[in-house]
């Protein structure tokens, strides 16, 4: 294999049995993203600590945002197939720690793990897409790969609804494993690479420097204005030092000879507003995904089941629109399709902002479906667009800094999310006339999650509690609003005369 590109993708005989493999892998990803969120206020009401809700979801996507940067220039280096196992058997292996959790404290440790090989899983199995088909397949096979990750997610909230209120909340992560394991052994048997062998080297320093980074940034939109006052020196202090670890990581990747960021590829415009955009959807799809099931929940008072079905209209409208995506791609281009694409993403978080308690599930679905509409179509153009635009030997680090982007996104995104809703949480029991509810910290939510919780508190107690949790979610809802925007002015820069 050359520097530049690899064998002719169209004399790979195998390219049937590869692809499902990589939808196996996919599959997985998928489930991940959804059934956790679906089980979620049954994991709360079951080990405890509301306030560190956010954090299950803030360990998972830290490590898997740090790590997915690497593990694309590790399988520029060394070859996707090897990469791809060892990030799978470590995801596999956080998935059934996850599943033995007692605390919360313990799942987020857990969760750790479990990021820390979900970097590999989506940006390497996207790479080998690009890898074994022509830029002219690209479209309609990125097109249904979109599409069987959507239609997987769509099962996610309804096994993650079925689970929780059959067996238990741990199989939500234990399904995992089978499907993880034969994924891995269709790769092995069909996916041949033929890597140099050449000394490599492998950005270490980079990787800790990111992840030093976002580690304390992450710490500080978390907890600020809960245990750390947003005035105090405390946080000063975490905001210049994770501001110190980014800017130098950033002077070391533009010097380094192998950078895990290889800054060059956003000379792109192209890369660079595709980066910027799937930056802004991630806050947009972690703030819907991650809060949506507790309110529908905690404040619509509707069973774990109807929560994951709002979740599912996402899901639904994601491969739907991804299946479009691949046609209109070719006949109209990446700026007329991502333009679309950044409309439904606006007229979905429009609803969402709009969204009250006594609008029932049925408007909150509708609003996920727009956003998942939204997300096919700029997503699906992302990809194409990038992988069109680089050679082999790049591929795979400019897939993962697409995905990256998504995911440092959805990183920052939840722990700015969680606490803002943290605080207006604290706010709202604070500014109460009732003495009961002034004396509550966050973790009193937990009681609202689930319906022998509803049942003991007192009707005045939990009325508020329910009023506290919408206005917060309605604050919460407005920044994805602005998000939402700010993706759709971003898309207008695109470069309007390329087409695949």
Known sequence: MNSTEAPQPNKNKYRPYILASVMLAMFVGAIEATIVSTAMPAIAADLGGFQLYSWVFSSYLLMSTVTVLIYGKLSDLFGRRPVMTFGMVLFLTGSILCGFATSMEWLIAFRFIQGLGAGAVLPIATTIVGDIYTKEE???????????????????????????????????????????????????????????????????????????????????????????????????????????????????????????????????????????????????????????????????????????????????????????????????????????????????????????????????????????????????????????????????????????????????????????LNAQLRQSFHASSQEDVQKLDVDAVNELLTAKGRNSMEPGVLKSLQDAMTSGLNTVYLVVFLFAAISLILILFLPKNDKS
């Open 138 to 420: 690209r479209a309609k096979i990125q097109g249904y790969l979109s599409s069987v990750w959507g239609i997987s997610a769509v099962m996610g909230p309804a096994i993650g609804g079925l689970l929780v209120e059959t067996v238990g909340w741990q199989y939500v992560f234990w399904v995992n494993l089978p499907l993880g394991i034969l994924s891995l052994i269709g790769l092995w048997a069909f996916l041949k690479e033929s890597v140099e062998k050449e000394k490599h080297h492998v950005d270490y320093k980079g990787a800790v420097l990111l992840t030093a980074a976002l580690t304390i940034l992450l710490y500080l939109l978390v907890e600020g204005g809960v245990s750390v006052s947003w005035t105090s020196s405390l946080a000063a202090g975490l905001a210049a030092a994770g501001a110190v670890f980014l800017v130098w990581f950033i002077r070391h990747e533009l010097r380094a000879a192998d950078p895990m960021m290889p800054f060059s590829i956003w000379k792109n415009r192209s890369i660079f507003i595709a980066n910027i955009v799937s930056f802004a959807t991630g806050v947009l799809l972690i703030g819907i995904s991650s809060y949506l099931p507790a309110f529908v929940t905690g404040v619509m008072e509707q069973s774990a089941r109807v929560a994951g079905f709002t979740l599912t209209a996402m899901s639904i409208g994601w491969p739907i629109s991804a299946v479009v995506a691949g046609r209109l791609l070719i006949r109209f281009g990446y700026y007329r399709t991502s333009l679309l694409g950044g409309c439904s993403l606006l007229i979905g978080a429009l609803f969402f902002v709009l969204m009250d308690p006594s609008y029932g599930p049925l408007w909150a679905a509708m609003s996920s479906f727009f956003v998942g509409v939204g997300m096919g179509l700029t997503s699906t153009s992302f990809i194409v667009s990038i992988q069109s635009s680089v050679a082999w030997n790049e591929r795979g680090a400019a897939t993962a800094a697409n995905l990256f982007m998504r995911n440092l996104g959805s990183t920052v995104g939840v722990a700015l999310l969680g606490g803002i």
